[in-house]
C-alpha cells in the first residue's frame, strides 16, 4: 500500500514540526512544563513572525502525532492479518517486535528526547494486540470507552487550569534548566533527565487512553479499506477529509484562540480530530496523483525509514540547538521564529536526502534493519 508510506513520512516530518520548538525553546524539554509552549522570544504575536509563528505551530501541534499513532494501529493490524492468513500465533512474535519497540525508546528518551513516544508506543501496542484476539464487540466497547475517558480526563484538567488563581500559566523555564541546555555537559544533561523522569515520562500517562482510543481507530480504518486504491477507499478517504477538516479546523482555531489555558484541549482532543483530516487530505491528493513524482517518492523514502528518521531527526535537532552542538537556541534565542522554521526545512531535507540514498543500496533503514535481525533471532 503505497499511501502508507507517504503517510508515515509526512507524520515523520510533522512530528518534528511540533518537537523543533522543544529544542529551540529555553530550557528546551524541561521548558516545556514552564511556559515554553509560547511565542518565540523577539516576536511579536501581532507581527507577520508572530502570525507565522502561530499558523505553523497550530498545523502541527498534536495533529501529526496523532496521525502517527494512527498509522501504528494499522500496522499493527497488517500484522494480525499477516498472522492470521499464516496460521501463526498472535501475538507470538510481536511481543518481541513491542518490546524492541520498548528498548529502544528507552534509549532514545535517556540519549536524546525526553518527550520520546516510543515508549508509549510499545505499551499500548502490546495491550492492543492484545484485545485483537477479543471479540469485535468487545474492541468497540473499549474504543468507544477509552475515546470517552480521554475527553472526560482533558476536560477536567483544562476546567482546573481555568480555575486555578491567576490560571494555568507560570513563570517561564527554569533557569537551571535553561543554563543546561544552554552551557551544561551531554552527560548531565542525561542525568537531568534520568533524575526527571517521572514527569517527563507524564504525556504517555496522561494520554494512554487517547493511544488506546487512536491505535484501535487505525485498526478500524484498515479493516474497512481506507487505505485501499478502490472506489470504496476513495469514498472513505473522501469522507475523512471532509468531517475531519470540518469539525477539526473550527475546533483548533478555538483552543487556539482560548490560550494556553486550553493547551490539554487543543494537543490531545481537538488536534486527533484534525489529524483524521489530514490523512483523508493526504490520500484524496494521492488519489489524483497518476505518475508518482519527486515529492511522493521523498515521502515515501521517509516512511519506508520511519523508525530511523524519528529517532534521527531528534539527534539532529538536539546537535543544532544545544550547547553540545552549534548551541543556535542560546545564539539566536532573541532573533525571532525564522530559524527555527530554517531549521526544521533544514532537517528535513537531510532526512529525505539520507532516506533516498539508503535505500538504493538498502532495502531497510538503520534501526528496521537492527530490528529485523533481533526478531530473527
Known amino acids: 500500500m503505497p499511501l502508507l508510506d507517504v503517510l508515515r513520512g509526512v507524520a515523520i516530518l510533522g512530528t518534528l514540526m511540533s518537537n523543533v ?7 528546551a524539554e ?3 512544563l514552564g ?4 511565542s518565540s522570544a523577539g516576536a511579536d504575536p501581532s507581527s507577520l513572525a508572530g502570525v507565522a509563528e502561530t499558523v505553523f505551530r497550530s498545523l502541527a501541534n498534536g495533529k501529526f502525532l496523532s496521525m502517527l499513532t494512527i498509522l501504528f494501529g494499522v500496522g499493527l493490524a497488517i500484522q494480525f492479518r499477516s498472522a492470521a492468513q499464516r496460521g501463526n500465533p498472535w501475538p507470538g512474535r510481536y511481543k518481541w517486535r513491542a518490546l524492541f519497540l520498548f528498548a529502544e525508546g528507552t534509549v532514545h528518551f535517556v540519549l536524546v528526547f525526553a518527550w520520546d513516544v516510543l515508549m508509549g508506543y510499545a505499551v499500548v501496542a502490546m495491550l492492543v494486540a492484545w484485545l485483537l484476539t477479543r471479540s469485535a464487540r468487545a474492541q468497540r466497547v473499549t474504543w468507544i470507552a477509552m475515546g470517552a475517558l480521554h475527553l472526560m480526563v482533558m476536560s477536567l484538567i483544562t476546567a482546573a487550569l481555568l ?5 494555568g500559566t507560570n513563570g517561564g523555564a ?4 535553561v543554563a543546561l541546555y544552554a552551557e551544561g555537559g551531554y552527560v548531565e544533561q542525561i542525568a537531568f533527565r534520568l533524575s526527571h523522569a517521572a514527569v517527563l515520562r507524564m504525556e504517555p500517562v496522561l494520554s494512554f487512553a487517547l493511544l488506546v482510543f487512536l491505535f484501535l481507530l487505525g485498526v478500524r480504518l484498515f479493516r474497512a479499506g481506507a487505505f485501499q486504491g478502490d472506489a470504496a477507499g476513495r469514498r472513505i478517504r473522501r469522507r475523512l477529509a471532509g468531517w475531519g477538516l470540518g469539525i477539526g479546523l473550527p ?7 482560548g490560550g494556553s489555558d486550553f493547551f490539554f484541549l487543543d494537543r490531545y482532543a481537538a488536534a486527533p480530530v484534525l489529524a483524521i483530516g489530514y490523512l483523508g487530505l493526504i490520500g484524496t491528493a494521492m488519489d489524483r496523483v497518476r505518475h508518482p513524482g519527486p515529492l511522493t517518492s521523498a515521502l515515501t523514502s521517509v516512511g519506508r525509514t520511519a523508525l530511523s528518521c524519528y529517532v534521527l531527526q531528534n539527534v539532529l535537532a538536539m546537535l543544532a540547538c544545544y550547547g553540545i552542538g552549534l548551541g543556535l537556541a542560546s545564539r539566536w534565542a532573541d532573533s525571532g521564529p525564522w530559524w527555527v522554521m530554517g531549521l526544521w526545512a533544514a532537517i528535513c531535507l537531510a532526512l529525505v536526502v539520507g532516506a533516498s540514498l539508503w535505500l538504493r543500496r538498502f532495502e531497510h533503514g538503520p534501526l528496521e534493519s537492527v ?7
Open 21 to 27: 520548538w522543544i529544542f529551540a525553546g529555553p530550557g
Open 30 to 32: 524541561w521548558g516545556l
Open 35 to 38: 511556559g515554553n509552549a509560547g
Open 163 to 167: 480555575l486555578a488563581p491567576g490560571g
Open 174 to 177: 527554569d533557569a537551571d534548566a
Open 251 to 257: 475546533l483548533n482555531a478555538l483552543a487556539v484562540l
Open 371 to 377: 530490528q529485523k535481525r533481533l526478531l530473527r533471532r
